[in-house]
C-alpha cells in the first residue's frame, strides 16, 4: 500500500515551483547548509529577477552565490554580503537592490513569518537615522521600538543531513544553522536530504524541523564543502 504521507519526490517536479521575479528563501551560512542541487536546478532553468532572503549572498561560487554571480538576482534581504565581491560590485552599480538587516534581527523576521506574526519589535537603531528610515516607532513601556516586519517566501528551500518520508529533518552540526527557520518561513518548503529514511525510523528526540513544515523531499548527490580560503 502506497504512503499516503509520503513527499519524497525529485528535483525535475519541484522545478516547477521556481518561475521568474519570485521570492526564494533559503538556507545556510556561507554555503553550508545550503541546498546545492536546488540552486543547481534553478540555475540551469534559468530562473531570473529574484527576489533572496537568507543570511548572506554565500561566496561567488558557493551557495547561493551561484546565482547572484550569474546575474540572476535584483534584491536581497541578508545580514551581509561580505563574502561575495560579486555582490558587493553589483549593489555599487546599482544592478542588486540589498537591504541589510542585522542577524538577530534577520533570523528573528524569519522566525515570526514562520508562525504567523506580522513582525517583531526592536531597540535596535531607534536613534539612527538610516536605519529607522520608514520603519513605525511604536512606545510601550515607556520604550520606544522599531517594528521590523516578518519575512516570508513564495518557497523556503533547506539543506539537511537526514529526513524520512513525511520531511521530519535532521541537520548535520553547523550546517544547522538558519534551516529550521527558513524551513517554516515559506509557503512551499522544498528540503535537499543527504539520506531518506522510511516513516518512523528516525528519534522524536532528534527531529529539529518537524514534517509539517515540509512540503517535499528530494535526495541531494552530496557536496563536498571547500571554503574559499582553503
Known amino acids: 500500500m502506497e504512503n499516503p504521507?509520503?513527499?519524497?519526490?525529485?528535483?525535475d517536479?519541484?522545478?516547477?515551483?521556481?518561475?521568474?521575479?519570485?521570492?526564494?528563501?533559503?538556507?545556510?551560512?556561507?554555503?553550508?547548509?545550503?541546498?546545492?542541487?536546488?540552486?543547481?536546478?534553478?540555475?540551469?532553468?534559468?530562473?531570473?529577477?529574484?527576489?533572496?532572503?537568507?543570511?548572506?549572498?554565500?561566496?561567488?561560487?558557493?551557495?547561493?552565490?551561484?546565482?547572484?554571480?550569474?546575474?540572476?538576482?535584483?534584491?536581497?534581504?541578508?545580514?551581509?554580503?561580505?563574502?561575495?565581491?560579486i555582490a558587493g560590485r553589483l549593489m555599487h552599480e546599482g544592478k542588486l537592490d540589498v537591504e541589510f538587516s542585522p542577524?538577530?534581527?534577520?533570523?528573528?523576521?524569519?522566525?515570526?513569518?514562520?508562525?504567523?506574526?506580522?513582525g517583531i519589535l526592536s531597540d535596535i537603531g531607534t536613534d539612527n537615522e538610516i536605519v529607522a528610515k520608514d520603519k513605525p516607532l511604536v512606545e510601550l513601556n515607556g520604550?520606544?521600538?522599531?517594528?521590523?516586519?516578518a519575512l516570508t517566501a513564495e518557497v523556503s528551500i533547506v539543506?539537511?543531513?537526514k529526513a524520512?518520508?513525511?520531511?521530519?529533518?535532521?541537520?548535520?552540526?553547523s550546517a544547522r544553522n538558519t534551516n529550521p527557520l527558513v524551513a517554516m518561513a515559506g509557503k512551499i518548503?522544498?528540503?535537499?536530504?543527504?539520506?531518506i529514511v522510511s516513516l518512523g525510523s528516525l528519534s522524536?528526540?532528534?527531529i529539529i524541523t518537524p514534517g509539517v513544515f515540509v512540503d517535499y523531499v528530494i535526495p541531494s548527490k552530496g557536496v563536498n564543502w571547500k571554503w574559499a580560503w582553503e
Do not use: C, W
Open 189 to 195: 518548503t522544498i528540503a535537499e536530504v543527504e539520506e
Open 5 to 11: 504521507f509520503n513527499k519524497v519526490t525529485t528535483l
Open 103 to 118: 542577524q538577530g534581527i534577520l533570523v528573528e523576521r524569519i522566525r515570526a513569518g514562520g508562525v504567523g506574526l506580522p
Open 13 to 85: 517536479q519541484v522545478l516547477d515551483f521556481f518561475h521568474d521575479g519570485m521570492t526564494l528563501m533559503f538556507g545556510g551560512f556561507g554555503g553550508v547548509g545550503s541546498p546545492p542541487g536546488l540552486i543547481g536546478g534553478i540555475l540551469e532553468k534559468k530562473v531570473k529577477h529574484l527576489k533572496l532572503i537568507g543570511n548572506d549572498t554565500g561566496f561567488p561560487d558557493i551557495g547561493i552565490g551561484k546565482l547572484v554571480s550569474n546575474g540572476r538576482v535584483d534584491n536581497v534581504i541578508a545580514s551581509h554580503i561580505g563574502s561575495n565581491p
Open 204 to 206: 522524536p528526540e532528534e
Open 159 to 161: 539543506y539537511a543531513k
Open 164 to 173: 524520512d518520508e513525511y520531511g521530519n529533518l535532521i541537520y548535520d552540526k
Open 143 to 149: 520604550k520606544k521600538y522599531l517594528v521590523e516586519t
